[in-house]
């Protein structure tokens, strides 16, 4: 039998794991990653030259991330790796890729896409000023730049990661204004029964949250934000929120890092075909997998926080257990009790994924309550009231024909950082659930793509 | 803050060779290893200006996903701040070249 053509996307947590299990059944897979370094989200790479150890990168996470860097050098030789390609179609078993200006449509049999997540964004008013950060970009000016992005940083949002940038920028010496955070301290101690399926990660949760108190930090929990002032040249002066008390809090700051958790980079699977399923307890579509990464369309899989936002570890797992599958669908023999075990561990992540959704919920409820000319597409500046108004003059109640009448989807971000507040805004305005109301569809090419890009030389 | 005010502060890796590049026409000293982005607002507020309205712009995620931090080359090609990295000599422009974008009114 021919060697099966394997292409992964993404060389972050599951894309090195599922690169390393192919290659241990004796393949040669492609790796494509647009970044020009490996390692992905969390255990991005610094540029060559920077001098942080690992443990100041990474702290806790330092030997996981020096595993995963090391198998990766390790594993060089022995894959097509292809740093700073964009995969921006997939159609007709090829994967379109491009690279330098140049584009090339590369055959395969066995698909993995392993792209990761972006962060999850709720707009409130002012969030087009500059200096509004998502909260991933706080982490990444930090991690691989050394950069804070701003004087006195003002945190907004939810979700674990918020607690951590907000840790990592007061240790690298930024001034924390404030933790200003959506969920409650209820929802953290309602969701422990799931979350207890990870003890480990569970105690340094709860360590971060404790270390913000030490430190003397601002902490506000049930927060409802209001307002990000600012101005057109200046960008950001400030922020304001009400209480859980009722009380208004106004808050002077140069930078505000916002964030609601991650949502899974789906475009790929979406031009693939795959099916999607809504998932009611955190208000997404998503697409179908099965317990191995399997999709709905043959020859498809998708592996880590590109579809279910388990994190790190989850993905590791998830791309070992997708690289498995392709083998035992391609008739290699698979090693049944690896895939249990690995089926096995991945369920405990899920339930922690579970957990987490719970303890910092997605807080759709603010969709309703934002004003009429807060922006909600940061791209061409469309607001609530501009996309409000297709709803209801002319009827506009499924997102794509939402899209195609406001516009709001259709910039530059392609919907990445408002659809799923749009689809918020929409379902308050129609009465009807977002499962109703729809999602935008990917499109290609999933980022816009240089204005003069030529067809490589064969 | 003043538009000519640096957005982001230096923490780490101070301790690196300087590049010179060139932002509409001005050198700016920037360090090997800065993205784009980090030279420019290491230096000044904004990178660009919306074309859609009256806000300067910062770039917003900095994973290569928003696209906000477009900025743009003599030739008129964009660039994408965020994860372009700086090399001695790289001239850019934070408007397009002879593009007159349309305001949104
Ligand atoms: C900004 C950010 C910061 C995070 N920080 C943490 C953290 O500190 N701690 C934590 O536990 N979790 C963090 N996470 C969650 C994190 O996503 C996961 O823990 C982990 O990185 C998931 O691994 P992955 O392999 O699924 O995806 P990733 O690590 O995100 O890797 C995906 C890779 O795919 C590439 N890619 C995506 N689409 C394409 C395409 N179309 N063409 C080519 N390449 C593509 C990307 O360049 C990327 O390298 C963070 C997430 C984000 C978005
Ligand atoms: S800041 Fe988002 S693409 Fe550069």
Not at chain 1, 217 to 239: C, K, L, Q
Not at chain 1, 250 to 264: E, I, K, M, S, W
Request: some cysteine.
């Amino acid at each position: 039998m021919a060697e099966p053509r394997v292409i992964i996307v993404g060389a972050g947590p599951a894309g090195v794991r599922a690169a390393e299990t192919l290659v241990a059944a004796g393949l040669r897979p492609t790796v494509v990653d647009e970044g020009r370094r490996d390692g992905g989200q969390i255990y991005r790479r610094q540029p060559e030259g920077f001098a942080r150890s690992s443990a100041e990168l990474y702290g806790t996470e330092a030997a996981r991330a020096e595993a995963l860097h090391a198998t990766f050098d390790d594993l060089r030789p022995k894959i097509d790796y292809r740093p700073g390609h964009l995969a921006w179609n997939v159609a007709d078993g090829h994967l379109h890729v491009v690279h330098d200006g140049s584009a090339e449509a590369l055959p395969f049999d066995a698909l993995i896409v392993a792209s990761g997540a972006t962060d999850r964004l709720m707009p409130v008013k002012g969030w087009q000023h500059a200096g509004v950060y998502s909260l991933g970009a706080a982490q990444i000016a930090l991690k691989s730049q050394g950069c804070a992005i701003g004087r006195r940083v003002v945190f907004l949002g939810t979700g674990p990661l918020m607690q951590l940038v907000a840790a990592q920028y007061r240790k690298a010496g930024a001034q924390v204004v404030a933790l200003l955070d959506t969920s409650r301290l209820w929802n953290q101690i309602r969701a422990l029964p799931k979350l207890v399926s990870r003890p480990d990660v569970l105690a340094k949760g709860v360590g971060l949250a404790a270390s913000h108190l030490l430190a003397g930090t601002m902490v506000r929990r049930g927060v409802t934000p209001v307002e990000i002032f600012g101005d057109a040249d200046g960008g950001v002066s400030g922020v304001s929120v009400r209480l859980a008390s009722g009380r208004d809090l106004r808050l002077a700051c140069d930078a505000v890092a916002l964030g609601y958790h991650l949502r899974p980079e789906t475009q790929l699977a979406d031009l693939a075909r795959c099916d999607f399923a809504f998932d009611a307890a955190t208000r997404q579509f998503w697409p179908v997998i099965d317990e191995d990464g399997r999709s709905s369309v043959p020859g498809i899989y998708l592996a880590g926080d590109g579809v279910r936002t388990q994190g790190a570890d989850g993905a590791e797992i998830a791309g070992k257990l997708a690289a498995l599958a392709v083998l035992t669908d391609r008739g290699r023999s698979a090693p049944t009790e690896q895939i249990s075990r690995l089926r096995q561990q991945r369920r405990a992540m899920e339930r922690f994924r579970a957990g987490i959704a719970e303890a910092f919920p997605w807080p759709h409820h603010l969709a309703a309550g934002l004003a009429d000319d807060t922006v909600v597409c940061r791209c061409e500046g469309i607001t609530a009231g501009e996309l409000r108004s297709v709803v209801h003059d002319k009827g506009a109640d499924e997102m794509n024909r939402a899209k195609a009448l406001s516009r709001v989807g259709m910039g530059r971000c392609q919907g990445r950082y408002c659809g799923h507040a749009a689809a918020e805004v929409v379902a308050a305005a129609t009465q009807l659930s977002p499962a109703v109301v729809g999602r935008l569809r990917g499109q290609a090419p999933v980022k816009p793509l240089a204005i003069r890009t030529r067809r490589a030389a064969p | 803050m003043s538009p000519l005010q640096p957005r982001f502060v230096r923490l780490a890796e101070t301790d690196r060779p300087t590049v010179p590049i060139v932002v509409d026409g001005a050198t700016v000293e920037a360090l090997e290893g800065d993205s784009l982005l980090v030279a420019v607002l290491t230096r000044a507020g904004h990178l660009r200006h919306s074309e859609f309205g009256p806000e300067a712009r910062a770039g917003f995620c900095l994973m290569a996903a928003c696209q906000d931090c477009w900025m743009w080359t003599h030739d008129g090609d964009r660039l994408r701040a965020c994860d372009t990295p700086v090399r001695a000599g790289l001239s850019v422009l934070t408007q397009p070249p002879d593009m007159p974008w349309p305001n949104r009114a």
